[in-house]
């Protein structure tokens, strides 16, 4: 019996489309980490980085992260949550059909992803996965991001 989160054949996978693989492990989004993300990605916004204006000006009431720093905590989630184990040399970042900022990420906020397989195509050298991806807000109902995300195995 396969381990949870881990897929072992394209049977597997073909089998296994909408559902549910794998949930990562709660990740806290801290300052420091928007911060830094402010600083490679060049967006200084004050909603991001400014704490005493976010808490006094912002409809959020506190700093939030970037929508682009949560999209981009897909591959670390991916690592602990899900595994195509199919003999491929790398795995890549396809790209992304869809992405939505659903709602914001307040610093302090846990956060994490659910892996459902969306599709999985055999082609010849590799295949393509797409993952539809929910970031989870601990305590809220709406996610944080929604996604169509590709990703590609060469053998």
Known sequence: ?????????ADEALSRIGQEIGVSDWFVMEQERVNAFATVSGDHQWIHVDVERAKAESPFGAPVAHGFLTLSLLSHFSHGAVAFELGAKTLINYGFNKVRFVSPVVVGARIRAHFVLGSFKP???GY???WNVSVEVE???KPAVVAEWLCRGYY
């Open 1 to 9: 019996m396969n381990t949870p989160g881990t897929i072992r054949s």
């Open 123 to 125: 082609f010849d050298g």
């Open 128 to 130: 393509e996965i797409v």
């Open 139 to 141: 305590g809220r109902d």
